[in-house]
């Protein structure tokens, strides 16, 4: 008798944007439905339902004693390198037996720079019917979520330099929607100030939400204001087979072991200027709302351990 394959767990973040957490919801199904051979559950960590407890639950009760679980995240912020792992960990607690891998975030890859280069054709009018000079005059505007990670806002900055080279953009500056700078109006500022003629503002979001709507609205509340200036607002990412074939190589990347995770310049194990008090804190998982578990004390994040794969660093 063979030994079954470990189930794929997705974590998602969560949003108060129904649509963007029905997207998620979808997306999940979807993978489902490609893998036949394979258990697949998702849930949240916090602010959408299912928390991701509840699809741990799903995956036992289908007698699922190993898991690998995908983090369906652009970057490694503190959600990636402290709440998931902490709420796996309380998940082992709970269900005595189970095991699990935990694979890395999902960017920057090649095939997400694919569709992200494919969002701004089709912002551009230029999908199918490009020539060389259509970009030379683009400037992009690459928006992130924003972290207090610096690590994580690295990240999107990397993906800003990779979707640039050899793909004849003007530039690709970048920006993000909340707590890191420059905003969005200042990138926009930015780009005027290097010479931009046309900008293209990409929001570096997996779904729909609150925050890339955010984006759009303060990308038209700039551009009325600046009339002499053409703007243009891309859509997300979205679920492209692309990033439905990436979670797959980030489920077998998980399984062998071969994660290659950054660690250098983590704000929980380097002391990094202005964050040095990160070093080392405990983590404790999100409380959710819709988690019937025992566990409901709900302090400040804390995080500790980084886990990479089945194995973690203590900082």
């Given amino acids: 008798m063979t030994t079954p394959p470990p189930a794929l767990l997705i974590a998602g973040h969560g949003t108060r944007d129904e649509a963007g957490a029905e997207a998620f919801r979808d997306f999940v199904r979807e993978l489902g439905r490609r893998h036949p051979e394979l258990p697949v559950a998702g849930g949240f960590i ?27 995240m652009l970057v490694s912020a503190g959600h990636a390198k402290g709440d998931i792992p902490a709420a796996l960990a309380r998940e082992k607690e709970r269900h005595p037996g189970i095991s699990y891998t935990y694979g890395r ?18 912002a551009l009018g230029t999908e ?22 610096p690590d994580a806002n690295a990240e999107v900055h990397k993906a800003a330099r990779l979707l640039w080279e050899g793909r004849g953009y003007a530039g690709v500056e970048t ?5 890191a700078a420059p905003d969005v109006p200042s990138g926009l500022d930015r780009c005027v100030k290097l010479g931009a003629k046309r900008i293209v503002v990409l929001p570096y979001f997996l779904f729909t939400g609150i925050l890339p709507d955010r984006v759009r609205q303060q990308t038209e509340g700039w551009a009325a204001a600046h009339p002499e200036v053409e703007v243009r607002s891309a859509d997300v990412i979205g679920p492209e087979p692309e990033l ?8 077998e990347e998980a399984l062998k072991g071969d994660l290659r ?6 704000v929980y194990r380097i002391a990094l200027p202005g964050f040095e008090d990160k070093v080392g804190m405990p983590q404790q998982p999100h409380f959710h709302p819709d988690d019937d578990g025992h566990h409901h004390g709900h302090g400040p994040h804390e995080h500790g351990h980084h886990h990479h794969g089945a194995h973690s660093h203590a900082h």
């Fill in 105 to 122: 975030p999902l960017g920057p890859h090649p095939s997400l720079l694919s569709v992200l280069e494919r969002r701004l054709d089709e």
């Fill in 244 to 251: 439905l074939d990436l979670v797959m190589e980030r489920y």
């Fill in 261 to 266: 995770m950054n660690c250098d310049s983590c």
């Fill in 128 to 149: 199918g019917n490009r020539t060389p000079g259509d970009r030379a005059d683009v400037t992009v505007l690459l928006v992130g979520r924003g972290s207090t990670d």
């Fill in 46 to 72: 916090e602010l959408s339902p299912p928390p991701l407890g509840e699809a741990v639950t799903e995956l036992v009760e289908q007698g699922v004693r190993r898991f690998a679980a995908v983090p369906l």
């Fill in 175 to 179: 920006a993000f929607v909340s707590l």
